[in-house]
């Protein structure tokens, strides 16, 4: 399934660019990939052939390049110390129209698949001699053995090559291939090294090509680097360092491990890294390249905070993807083009956020917790009542992710903790969780209580999948308004004890790391209880009445 995904995820791109060479009364250039999971090249991402040919195959749709096919033989250790026996299996494509799945065709013993690639390799060799294949790709290739035949009907045929794996790629030179892209392995990635090929050969055939760098498919290939900007998924991608944050800082208070603080302060610190590293890697496109100058750029901001780093990190990505086909563009080998692309998209702008733009956003993020702090301070019920009652609209509404947890994050980014963090477990996870277990307890239908059971055991277990309530609440109106009142007054409650905590965490840990514990958990049970009360005379009543009309 997972190489029938990697075929399927760029079909979008590939027709797309065989409708643009119907188009235009031209016949796409067909690629045959030969090659290995290698030595240094498992370890640079060899070791996920389905990944590494779908990037291949995905930078080929975008150059408008057909795959012709794919001879691949993937071993479960490094190739410098595999043996005969070692196991291994060869990938291909399932046929030879260029539109097929990338699969596996045979596994076994490397000796048994090296025999089976070698038969391949004479039938690919034949396919060259007849004018099937415009070029290949060698992705640490073996030109002197299971890829020879191959490689010298390409020698014979005239066709260009492009290629990474410094010895595969000095023999191939040395049997006479036309390599108009060759570099070595290191510091690569399998994103990288597919736009150094696919650069290659277009340079070679003076076709225009863009690289289709991030996630979306269909519009990858005119997709600028802004697009991918998304401030959700950036908060979303980094909620791990918070959580950690949250837990050191309650296993500090406890007295034998109170010099765990220096950890805390540490990771505070650190927080902007990871937050830019995430918002680089995710913008640019360029996998470990990205994650590289995000990092760069994420130290250089840590002056600015937390907002320091998403600056910097966004800021780090958008030039990525541009200064690689740059370089590419000026025969720089990968290796190199990798090189300096992540050390100049992150030095840049974390050089610009360190000298410029760190104030402003340290001030931005230190005025936020000001407003929040006084908005409690001002009237903690009020402001608990208010926060309460509207997180189910933010994130029913799509607005709960753009805005609410940011808010979550940049508060824990200053102390470890957040006001809008209790009211996120209080309103919405224990909300839910009450909800759901009135369905298990008092269901109108049988079959609601099986789905309610399990959205039940994940918000209490897990401190997430609120959603689990969406079923009973746009059901029935009256089970929507006990979501509301219920949060409205559980974050009363949080608003008035003065808790500060996190969600995504189970319900039992997230007192731990409150401000007020005990608070916590009446404001936990008051939510849940509210809800579930509430939901329960709303199904009671139901079934009367389905009863009563029966």
Do not use: C
Not at 64 to 83: H, I, K, N, P, Y
Not at 96 to 124: M, Y
Not at 253 to 268: A, H, N, Q, R, Y
Not at 465 to 485: C, I, T
């Amino acid at each position: 399934m997972a190489a029938e995904s990697a075929a399927s995820e760029n079909s979008s791109s590939e027709s797309d660019a065989a409708e643009a060479n119907a188009k235009s009364g031209r016949q796409a250039r067909r690629i045959a990939v030969l090659g290995s999971s290698g030595g240094n090249l498992r370890s640079h991402g060899g070791d996920d052939p389905v990944k590494l040919l779908g990037d291949i195959r995905k930078q080929l749709g975008a150059a408008g390049f057909e795959l012709a096919e794919v001879q691949f033989v993937a071993a479960d250790t490094s190739m410098d110390g595999a043996s005969e026996r070692s196991k291994a299996a060869l990938w291909a494509l399932a046929d030879e129209t260029g539109t097929g799945t990338i699969t596996q065709i045979a596994t076994g013993a490397l000796a048994e698949i090296n025999d089976i690639a070698r038969e391949r390799d004479a039938q690919l060799a034949a396919r060259i001699a007849a004018g099937q294949v415009d070029a290949l790709i060698l992705v640490s290739a073996d030109p002197s053995d299971t890829n020879n035949k191959a490689v010298l009907a390409a020698v014979e045929a005239g066709i260009p090559a492009a290629g990474t794996g410094g010895t595969s790629i000095a023999t191939a030179q040395q049997l006479g291939l036309n390599l108009v892209s060759a570099s070595g392995t290191t510091g690569t990635t399998s994103t990288t090294r597919a736009v150094a090929y696919v650069s290659g050969l277009a340079r070679h055939w003076g076709v225009k090509y863009r690289p289709a760098l991030g996630s979306a498919v269909s519009s990858s290939v005119d997709e600028p680097a802004w697009k991918r900007i998304s401030i959700r998924g950036i908060m979303v991608g980094s909620i791990p360092a918070f959580i950690t944050l949250a837990l050191i800082l309650a296993v500090s208070k406890i007295p034998v491990l109170s010099g765990l603080s220096e950890v805390f302060d540490l990771l505070i610190g650190a927080l902007p890294i990871v937050v830019a590293a995430v918002a680089a890697r995710r913008i640019s496109g360029l996998d470990e390249v990205g994650l590289v100058a995000g990092a760069i750029a994420g130290i250089l901001s840590q002056p600015g905070g937390i907002l320091g780093g998403l600056v910097g990190g966004i800021l780090a990505g958008l030039p990525a993807s541009w200064l690689i086909k740059l370089f590419l563009g000026w025969r720089f080998p990968a290796t190199t083009a990798n090189i300096f692309t992540g050390a100049i998209a992150g030095a840049l702008p974390g050089l610009l956020v360190f000298y410029l733009l760190a104030p402003f956003t340290n001030w931005l993020g230190e005025s936020v917790q000001e407003v929040i702090s006084w908005a409690v301070a001002f009237s903690p019920l009020l402001a608990g009542a208010i926060a309460g009652i509207v997180i189910w609209p933010a994130i029913i509404g799509g607005v709960y992710h753009a805005v609410i947890l940011p808010l979550v994050l940049l508060e824990m980014s200053e102390k470890g903790h957040s006001f809008f963090g209790a009211i996120d477990m209080v309103s919405l996870v224990m909300v839910s969780f009450g909800i759901t277990l009135a369905n298990v307890l008092a269901p109108r239908t049988s079959g609601e209580r099986a789905l309610a059971g399990s959205g039940a055991a994940v918000n209490f277990f897990f401190g997430t999948f609120v959603e689990a309530s969406y079923p009973f609440m746009f059901g029935d109106k009256r089970v929507f308004g006990v979501a509301l009142g219920a949060a409205a007054v559980g974050g009363a409650v949080v608003g008035l004890v003065g808790a500060e905590a996190t969600a995504y965490l189970p319900a039992v840990v997230a007192p731990f790391v409150a401000t007020a514990p005990g608070g916590m958990v009446l404001a936990m049970l008051t939510g849940a209880g509210l809800a579930f009360v509430g939901t329960l005379l709303v199904n009671l009543a139901a079934r009367k009445k389905a009863r009563a009309a029966l």
